[in-house]
């Protein structure tokens, strides 16, 4: 090779040694972890390395991960969005109960924030004044005495439930998948307390649409799903997800605004209106200086926040007890010897059946419908215990960690009412514990944001579960096993669609069951 050869070709390597550093000297705040430090030299909680703005499916798999390998509470990157992972209940009780005052805000995320929600709606509402009046207007719906006035109501859509499982199944002889029953069950709730009215049929093509629009919110608001939301020049571009998120808000706005155009009407016409959220909405728009906007997504998130997480639950439960026979016999054992068969249980029962109430319990540890809750935002810097939490920080409850914890539950995979055995509380209840160790499971979040529906639906998940106990036999198909492993959606967690046998329990059943038809309100 001659000299000018070997010059020309040192000269390449060194431009293209030089151009790849400079890449990586530009890259790296996009793919490195930002190290921060605050006055007194506090450094962020530990964390990952890299930025992780792509951990979308089974995100909760690795943050048990990390969990293991950082501690119970680390730092990780999102793009530019730092988030804190909470995996102990001590720490999750000292952050965001006992300084609730700093960590209860929500970051604006783009798509569910923006995009979808408009910054309306409770769920979304930063922390303040403007939450403050979401909270206390869903009070409102959900206060003791609106809860004692839900009671029957709840019984009676229990019994349908039942019954149109029963039905579906051709009185317990065809397979029935019971996603969209157990929708409707939680649906039926949710529209009584938010519209005063309820779906008449199975096939009322309200219910598929209003679970259509729940899965899809769930799809598209997940904590992680999003790269828009980590990477803001995206929020630039257009996309096919945005024109998905734009869809969500129109059709909200059609669906649960077309309803609250058809309850004034009747409000407007002197008809004598059933109390209910959309109703004080309506009575107090001028007076808390509500806009269209805020109507409609403050009563269609209400009432889809609580579908999707309460049929969630039911259907965790469905799939679970045809593989836990002993669990099965022991609570039917129960509910004769407690019960017996001459009715079913009721409210006033749940004291009575500790191994029933444990079982809820149990599937809401298991399968929480949200692993990671809905994540808190941080309003202002924070040093805790030498790490600093800087304003803005996403502060999310790693409840998959927390629901494995070996120490605390042990054997964690194992489905084990047991463990629940001497615990006496409701979960409104346990959530209040002085010592937050001896809380039951964090399904429904911490702090000042903990689940304000939490009362409505401890009541709903015992009035179904229990009587399905009393009512059914459990059998998965033997050519269908049904899947425990896995999961469907970004967000909520519901199990993938499975088929099981339900098969009255004795004749008595059926008796009960066909006491009742539908009705409207
Ligand atoms: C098993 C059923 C349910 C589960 C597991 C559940 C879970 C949750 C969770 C984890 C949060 C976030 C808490 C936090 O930020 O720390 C939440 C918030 C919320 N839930 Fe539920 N929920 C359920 C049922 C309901 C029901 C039946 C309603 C209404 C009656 C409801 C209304 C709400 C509302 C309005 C919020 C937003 C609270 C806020 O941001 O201040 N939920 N829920």
Known sequence: MSFTGSVTENLLKFLG???????????????????????????LPPGPPVRYAFLRKYAERALDAWAKQYGSMFS???????????????VAKDLLVTNGAIFSSRKKYFMKNQIILKGRAITASEYGNKWRQHRRLAALALNPKAMEGYASVMDYESHILIKSLYDESQQGKSPVNPAHFAGRFALNNMLIMSFGLRTTSS????????????????????????CVDFFEILQY?????????????DDLIKVYGGMILNFKSRMLSGENVPDCLVKTLLETQESEKLDWEDLCMLSAVFTLGGVHSTSGIIQWFLALIPSHREVLERAQLELDQVIGRG???????????????????EVQRVHAPFWFATPHCSSQDFTYKGTFI????????NCFTLHHNESRYPEPLKFNPER?????????????????????????????RICPGLPA?????????????????????????????????????????YRLRLTPRFEGVVDIINAVEETTL
């Open 76 to 90: 990780i990157w999102m793009g530019s969005q730092l988030f804190v992972v909470i995996s102990d209940p001590v």
């Open 457 to 497: 639906a401890e009541r709903e998940l015992w009035l179904a579960i229990s009587r399905l106990l009393w009512s059914f036999d459990f059998n998965a198909l033997p050519d269908e096993p049904i899947s425990l492993e896995e999961y469907d959606g970004l967000s909520g967690r519901t199990p993938l669609p």
């Open 237 to 249: 571009l257009p996309s096919q997800k945005r024109s998905r998120g734009q869809k969500l808000h």
């Open 343 to 361: 009715r079913w249980p009721c409210l006033e029962d749940e004291a009575s059946l500790p191994f029933t109430r444990a079982i809820i319990k």
């Open 203 to 226: 096939y009322d093509p309200l219910v598929a649409k209003a679970l259509g629009l729940a899965m899809e919110f769930m799809d598209l608001t997940g904590p992680w799903s999003n």
């Open 420 to 448: 629940y055995i001497n615990d006496k509380l409701s979960c409104s209840e346990s959530a209040k514990l002085a010592n937050v160790m001896d809380r039951d499971h964090w399904a429904f979040g911490a702090g000042r």
């Open 390 to 397: 800087p304003k803005n920080t996403v502060v999310l409850l």
């Open 17 to 43: 040694i030089s151009s790849l550093l400079l890449l990586a000297y530009f890259c790296s705040p996009v793919v490195l972890r930002h190290l921060i430090v605050d006055y007194e030299g506090n450094r």
